[in-house]
């Protein structure tokens, strides 16, 4: 489950945003991430297509899971994760990269 805000500020042609996500790891352990960034929306004639970085903390990867999340040495620890998506009317989608680990292709609705 994850919730944003997406800000009514905006900087160098982007928009400011923060966020949380609750999830079970790869491991199946609860996990979560709180993060801020910036969404950018580059090229006028593609509008409903977007590109976005967040940085943030992320917890939740114990014992014996612990060294697999770079700087995790007080269970805590920080990420940064680019992702690029689509809108169409209120529905979006997004393709989320995790370094080396993997990919996610997410879907949800904007709330009024």
């Known amino acids: 489950m994850n919730g944003e805000w997406r800000f009514n500020s905006f900087a160098a042609t982007g928009q400011w945003l923060a966020g949380a996500a609750f999830f079970k790891n790869s491991f199946g352990q609860p996990s979560q991430y709180v993060y801020g960034g910036w969404l950018v929306r580059p090229f006028d004639s ?14 939740g990867y114990k014992e014996p899971y612990e060294n697999k999340i770079p700087f995790n040495s007080s269970g805590v620890a920080p990420a940064i994760v680019p992702s690029m998506g689509y809108c169409f009317n209120r529905v979006c989608s997004e393709l989320v990269l995790f370094g080396g680990a993997g990919i996610m292709l997410t879907l949800g609705v904007t709330l009024p």
């Open 46 to 59: 593609l509008q409903p297509l977007y590109f976005k970085i967040t940085a943030g903390a992320l917890h």
